[in-house]
T-cell receptor, first 115, second 112 residues
């Protein structure tokens, strides 16, 4: 079974600074997807960024980028120029590239942004 | 375009009762997945429905059951409620099984 581990229960960052959230995963599959989701206090889970395992290039979405290290099974999220609206729970998630594409989530990292 | 909606927002039940949660998928999406998120945890996959058929199930007992209707909306039914069933239940829809999942706001279930 696949597992996703987020070792940082809480992180904080100064507004306008950069922060990196860590995620490691365990799988024996070669075809899979990795995601970062954001869950603000409103509870609605929002997709931040997505990475296909077969792509060597790291995904980027505006201020959000990932460092995907396939051999190390590591998938970290970097948030640049942090904004107050970035404060939320961040979940790393894994999906197999076949079957039901169900998401396996980590336990999350609570990010606080300090004005 | 209307996003994923869930009802009710909150629900309080007592142990042993039954509950039905509802989800309306985003327009055109034929796949619905349900997740249980206990307090302080990440969501856990319950099951998925694709074109009205179950298409994958997580490690949940049979008292968790579901339905998907011809309009692709879905229900999650939980029988014989236990205290540990207290959680946020999230529904997610996708255009196809392999596409990005869009989440609803969730239903907060409290079992007393």
């Amino acid at each position: 079974a696949q597992t996703v581990t987020q070792s940082q229960p809480e992180m904080s960052v100064q507004e306008a600074e950069t922060v990196t959230l860590s995620c490691t995963y365990d799988t024996s599959e070669s075809d899979y997807y990795l995601f970062w989701y954001k869950q603000p206090p409103s509870r609605q889970m929002i997709l931040v960024i997505r990475q296909e395992a077969y792509k060597q290039q790291n995904a980027t979405e505006n201020r959000f980028s990932v460092n995907f290290q396939k051999a190390a099974k590591s998938f970290s999220l970097k948030i640049s120029d942090s904004q107050l609206g970035d404060a939320a729970m961040y979940f790393c998630a894994y999906s197999s590239g076949a079957g039901s594409y169900q998401l396996t989530f980590g336990k999350g990292t609570k990010l606080s942004v300090i004005p | 375009e209307t996003g994923v909606t869930q009802s009710p927002t909150h629900l309080i039940k007592t142990r042993g009762q039954q509950v039905t949660l509802r989800c309306s998928s985003q327009s055109g999406h034929n796949t619905v997945s349900w997740y249980q998120q206990a307090l302080g945890q990440g969501p856990q996959f319950i099951f998925q429905y694709y074109r009205e058929e179950e298409n994958g199930r997580g490690n949940f007992p049979p008292r968790f059951s579901g339905l998907q209707f011809p309009n692709y909306s879905s229900e999650l039914n939980v029988n014989a409620l236990e205290l540990d069933d207290s959680a946020l239940y999230l529904c997610a829809s996708s255009l196809r099984v392999y596409n990005e999942q869009f989440f609803g706001p969730g239903t907060r279930l409290t079992v007393l």
